[in-house]
């Protein structure tokens, strides 16, 4: 699986976490894999998934959900006159992953998470949901 799937699997699952408390997710995490298209299905974007990229995903969610506070703060602060809450479930679980990468995954350029971070919101976001979120990770970095 490509970095640009992970990263679209990582939301996929990451979003999951808005409706679910965290004593359950864990669950809708291996639900998530459960479900998940045996040999994939290019048709829904649903990639073909082995098991390490299965353990990437996991860790890498994992990983954001141990940060999570202090990325929401970051998200918080830069996203002027938008309370946490008022964010997209969508728009915020993309800011999320690209946050998690900017802070803490010196292995990827902060350019590159924001453009992916874009695709993602225009793919997933709302029609306007793209510049809010280039516009916010765009003042994270500076």
Not at 61 to 82: A, F, N, R, Y
Not at 111 to 132: N, R, T
Request: glycine share 6%.
């Amino acid at each position: 699986m490509n970095r640009t799937a992970l990263r679209e699997t990582v939301f996929k699952v990451l979003f999951r976490y808005e409706f679910h408390d965290s004593e359950s997710f864990a669950g809708q995490m291996n639900l998530f894999f459960a479900e998940y298209p045996e040999s994939g299905d290019e048709e829904e974007n649903w990639p073909a998934l082995d098991s390490k990229s299965a353990e990437e995903i996991t860790g890498k969610v994992t990983d954001i959900l141990c940060h999570i506070d202090e990325i929401d703060k970051v998200i918080s602060e830069k996203s002027e006159g938008w309370d946490i809450d008022r964010i997209g479930k969508a728009e915020l679980s993309i800011m999320r992953i690209a946050v998690y990468e900017i802070l803490y995954d010196d292995n990827i350029e902060n350019a590159v998470s924001i453009s992916e971070a874009v695709k993602l919101a225009k793919k997933y976001g709302d029609e306007k949901a793209y510049g809010f979120v280039n516009g916010v990770l765009a003042k994270i970095v500076k």
